[in-house]
């Protein structure tokens, strides 16, 4: 197996940056529309022969280092009983949001093998093909609670922040449901197979850093520390948008940092400790045109050089109007300036 990634994620020494992007399986890639275009998403994710396919597509296309399991972060929160739906071109819907204690009440703590077996037959499936890591994955409480409140995504998240500020006890029961959840969920994913295991706080940058301290991160630090407890996988926690809550994320206890682009990887690097890093280029900067492109890796790359491993990775996730072929040009110059 080409383990590149998981030296860098441990922060021993490898012979080139290893490479792999955020929702690489997706609608950029003609073969997963053609997929896409006979089943729903929702289905598609409950399909382990399916998700195995799609996972599978970009690692043979492209050649990154790492595979990132099929699925959605929300599928955990249809499986604590709020009904999910994904609307075309709206995203996805919680039909009844969690706004009331009762509301909390209803929701179960799930045993993730029972409720999604299709997960960790996807990872068992993908475990057999790959040539490279398996990276499983959650949402972090925080994140996965905005769309269970809100009902959806959002762009001022008043719900979820009145519900901290107004009813702490409340915001602190779901929190904890969903943290417990989320926690026998990686679990469950390690033991299947998973050889990584990232989570994602795409909407963590919403907060000033003295309540992504209250409100955020200490859910993560116990998800965090149940898990060390029971395997030794890599962890990589992402906070979106959090170039300003860097310190704060480095407490969270995972290996890994990832970094969205809004800060220089150089001094990213400098703040973070002992981690290693992900990241860290704007998505949309696959659209310049490629020598402009390769040029910018390449000072990506120089400006990681001090870090303790550094992953490529886009900043957040790649969007569907990206060129394939741009996709291509990224992943070979990652390769060829650090030295495969
Ligand atoms: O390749 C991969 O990265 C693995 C699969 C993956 C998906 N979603 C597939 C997906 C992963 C890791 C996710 C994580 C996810 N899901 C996050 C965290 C990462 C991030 O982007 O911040 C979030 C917030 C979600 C929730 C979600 N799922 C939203 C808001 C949407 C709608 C917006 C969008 O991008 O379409 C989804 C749908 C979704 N998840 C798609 C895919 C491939 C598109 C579904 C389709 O085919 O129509």
Redesign the pocket.
């Known amino acids: 197996m080409n383990d590149t990634f998981l030296k860098a994620c441990r922060g021993e020494k490898t012979d080139y940056t290893p490479v792999w992007f ?6 950029y890639l003609p073969e997963y529309q053609a997929i ?1 275009g006979k089943i729903s ?1 929702l289905e598609l994710c409950k399909r382990p022969e399916l998700c195995t396919e799609v996972t599978l597509q970009p690692i043979d296309i492209f050649g990154f280092d790492a595979a ?7 599928i955990a929160m249809e499986a604590m009983g709020s009904p999910l739906e ?1 609307h075309e071109g709206r ?2 819907v919680f039909p009844e949001p969690i706004r009331s204690q009762a509301a909390v009440d209803k929701l179960i703590v799930p045993d993730p093998n029972e409720t999604m077996p299709f997960v960790m037959e996807t990872i068992k499936l993908l475990r057999k093909e790959l040539k490279v890591p398996l990276i499983g ?1 959650s ?1 972090a409480p925080f ?1 996965l609670a905005t769309y269970l409140i809100e009902g959806g ?1 959002s762009k001022v998240f008043l719900n979820t922040k009145r519900m901290a500020f107004q009813e702490p006890e409340m915001y602190h029961a779901l929190l904890s449901k969903i943290t417990e959840c989320t926690s026998l969920y990686l679990q469950a994913q390690a033991r299947a197979g998973a050889q990584a295991l990232q989570i ?1 706080d ?1 909407w963590a940058g919403i907060w000033a850093p003295c309540d992504f301290e209250r409100f955020a991160l200490p859910y993560v630090q116990s998800i965090i520390s149940d898990l060390r407890k029971m395997t030794d996988v890599p962890i990589i926690y992402f906070a ?1 948008n959090g170039s300003t809550l860097i310190e704060h994320s480095c407490t969270a206890g995972a290996d890994v940092l990832g970094l969205d682009w809004r800060s220089n990887i150089g001094d990213a690097i400098k703040r973070v400790g002992n981690h290693a890093v992900q990241g860290n280029i704007d998505p949309i900067a696959l659209f310049l045109p490629k020598a402009e492109l390769e040029q910018r890796i390449k000072t990506l790359l120089e400006d990681a050089k001090d870090a303790k491993g550094h992953i490529f990775n886009l900043g ?2 790649i969007v569907p109007q990206t060129p394939p072929d741009q996709a291509r040009i990224a992943v070979d110059a990652v390769h060829r300036f650090s030295g495969r």
């Open positions: 955020m929702r690489q399986a997706g609608r896409r998403f990132i399991l099929f699925s959605d972060i929300l994904f995203g996805p994955f949402g994140t995504s994602f795409s979106n957040h996730g």
